[in-house]
């Protein structure tokens, strides 16, 4: 085992537990801040693995602006100081569709990748570097990016029509 | 030659003890610069509103900022019975900590040497180091955010809110701006970027070259202009300071905080202020590159002489921050998110997608015609934008005459509009004796006269009193 395999393991576990702590605890704001030890682990292991670009832009986008959002929304509502009793839900659900995605995509890249080894060349023109990555980004992978970020766009408009049932209301009642 | 220009490959050979030495140089840079920083800000704001500022502690007060925070030391570390103990202690911890790791890819000069080992000046640099610093900057907003939480209190949860808010805003104009930044000089490290303003790019005016200098403030100005109000935003100065606006907020997310803690979050807000500052000269003001008069000397940019021409650069730029700080009253929050959303983000993007165009245009061998075509097409689809843009017309709101014509039939009578209402025989009186008295001092009335001079308030000693 080398010194990558040994920092892979450690920083997954961390992930896999932060995960876990996020699901378990009662504590609102601190499942945000267990989130964030997640994705900070996940962030190293993309170090690790010499993906700096990757690594970065998830500790700023996901840790420095998506839970912050998140943390946003709960101090908005109610920003709870202390565990909060209502929030018990049954978890068997919850853990069967967790388990079985796990399982099912562990399975998946087992069986896909078994032992290929992936040298890992340092420097500008690694797998990881910035210029590398841009390219495969906008010439193999532009279609599906897009297509993502229209399905985001999509999902945020059918939140707010969701949340706000006087959007639609003007058409319909015309006494308004 | 000894000194030169560092690149990427020159960095992670050091032995151990000369890391040691820059990051403890890094360091004491950002707590001294901090301690020198709160001295200056007082002082130029003492100047610019025309009173001594601190002059007591020390020459010129330098020592003023110790003394207070020897002070802080020794006050007594409260904590509200309400708030979440762990978190309420690490949030100030945050906010320092990451405020001191955006030192470590600040390049402070070229390569020098130090006890014989021939090293950089800058702690280290990865070929995304402008991404680390805008990550870690993100990462400092947990300080105040949960610093406002875990008070457990109003004021510091709706400072910790607005700073959530504002910073996440901020974020997304910053990174906008810097895209601009890499697009010219090909690289994310900042010792790169600092390098790539060194070469004068020429231009050509009518057929006669001139070379420009290759500062990334006159290049790309409207970059300059959107990042440097951005840094504003997100290191919480005014006018932009609304997580702590004292004036509602009290202190906003510290209101709860005091003793070493509350120095902590001072500590972190001006070492953030310092590393803007450094930030800017590095992608901007070509970090430790000597100015134009003095670069003419080629010994300028080697050796120490550069962290001279780096810590004058960034004493100019956070001269630059306090000077708004004297000059510009907060702005509401609407309108700073307002700013933030409808104005920077849709310039920002809009200037990257017009300096994209011109790269393209120059790398693509397209003949000057095309080029022109090209502009010219783009120009008018610009213009056509603008001539037929739904403006948004502002619902008029009808008269007194006319809501009064469109009053439904059996309401109230009302008295006409246009009524002159006769003065009253009192105010009459008033208004000749005032005449009599401007007219010149005449003994008739000196009852009525009196009272009513006095009322004028035309006597300036009374007026200071009052102030």
Redesign the interface.
């Known amino acids: 085992m080398t010194v990558a395999d040994v920092l892979l393991l450690g920083l997954g576990a961390v992930a896999v537990g932060a995960g876990l702590c996020v699901v378990t605890t009662a504590h609102l704001v601190r499942a945000g801040l267990y989130l964030v030890v997640c994705l900070g682990a996940l962030a190293g292991m993309f170090l690790v693995l010499t993906a700096e670009l990757v690594a970065w832009v998830q500790v700023l986008i996901y840790v420095g602006a998506v839970v912050v959002l998140l943390l946003f929304a709960v101090m908005l509502t109610r920003a709870p100081i202390g565990a909060s009793g209502d929030l018990d839900r049954p978890g068997w659900p919850g853990l069967l569709v967790g388990a079985g995605a796990g399982l099912g995509l562990a399975a998946l890249f087992v069986d896909a990748y078994r032992w290929t080894s992936v040298s890992l060349p340092d420097g500008p023109d690694g797998p990881g570097s910035a210029g590398v990555l841009g390219g495969e980004l906008f010439r193999s992978w532009v279609l599906p990016f897009e297509v993502l970020s229209v399905l985001l766009l999509a999902a945020l408009v059918g939140a707010i029509i969701v949340s706000r049932p006087d959007v639609g209301a003007s058409d319909r009642g015309a006494e308004r | 030659m000894l000194s030169q220009a560092p690149t990427l490959a020159d960095f992670g050979h050091d032995t151990w003890w000369v890391i040691i030495i820059k990051v403890l140089a890094a360091f004491v840079f950002g707590v001294v610069m901090t301690l020198l920083g709160v001295w200056f800000e007082r002082r130029m704001i003492g100047w610019m509103q025309v009173r001594p500022g601190p002059n007591r502690a020390g020459p010129f007060g330098l020592l003023q900022t110790l003394a207070d925070g020897l002070k802080m030391a020794f006050k007594e570390d409260l904590r509200p019975r309400?708030?979440?103990r762990l978190?309420f202690l690490i949030a100030p911890c945050i906010s320092a900590v990451c405020a001191l790791t955006a030192l470590a890819v600040i390049p402070f000069g070229p390569i020098v040497s130090i006890f014989g080992e021939r090293t950089p000046l800058q702690v280290t640099d990865?070929?995304?180091a402008v991404?680390?610093l805008?990550?870690v900057s993100?990462?400092s907003?947990?300080g105040v955010?949960?610093g406002?939480?875990?008070s457990?209190s109003p004021y510091p949860?709706l400072g910790?809110?607005r700073a959530?808010?504002q910073?996440?805003s901020y974020?997304v104009t910053m990174?906008l701006a810097v895209v601009t930044v890499f697009m010219l000089a090909g690289s994310?490290s900042t010792s790169e970027i600092v390098a790539a303003q060194a070469s004068n790019p020429e231009l050509s005016i009518g057929g006669a070259t001139l070379a420009v200098p290759g500062w990334y403030v006159l290049l790309l100005l409207p970059t300059f202009v959107i990042f440097a109000i951005s840094a504003v935003g997100e290191t919480n100065r005014l006018p932009f300071d609304l997580p702590e606006a004292e004036s509602e907020l009290v202190a906003g997310f510290m209101t709860e905080y005091s003793s070493l803690k509350f120095a902590l979050f001072m500590l972190s807000e001006y070492i953030h202020m310092v590393v803007a500052s450094a930030v800017i000269t590095t992608l901007f003001l070509a970090g430790w590159r000597a100015p134009w008069p003095v670069s003419v000397w080629d010994g300028a940019n080697q050796g120490w002489w550069p962290l001279l021409w780096f810590m004058g650069k960034v004493v100019l730029v956070m001269f630059v921050f306090v000077w708004l700080r004297a000059t510009l009253p907060r702005l509401r929050y609407d309108q700073f998110m307002r700013l933030g959303w409808k104005v920077l983000i849709p310039l920002a993007l809009g200037w990257v997608l017009v300096l994209g165009g011109t790269r393209v245009a120059q790398v693509s061998d397209l003949s000057r015609s095309e080029q022109l075509w090209l502009g010219g097409a783009v120009a008018a689809v610009l213009l056509l934008a603008v001539l037929f843009w739904p403006a948004r017309r502002q619902p008029s709101r009808p008269s007194p005459a006319e809501q009064v014509a469109a009053r439904p039939p059996g309401s109230f009578p009302l008295p006409p509009l246009d009524l002159q209402v006769p003065p009253s025989p009192q105010a009459r009186r008033a208004v000749a004796a005032k005449r009599t008295a401007a007219s010149g001092r005449s003994e008739a009335e000196p009852a009525v006269k009196r009272p009513l001079e006095g009322r004028a308030g035309t006597d300036p000693e009374g007026g200071e009193q009052d102030g």
Do not use: N, Q, R
Request: aromatic share 6%; hydrophobic share 65%; proline share 3%.
């Open positions: 309400g708030s979440d978190v990865v070929p995304v991404l680390v805008l990550a993100a990462l907003v947990y955010v949960l406002g939480w875990a457990g949860l910790g809110l959530s808010a910073m996440i974020e990174g994310m």
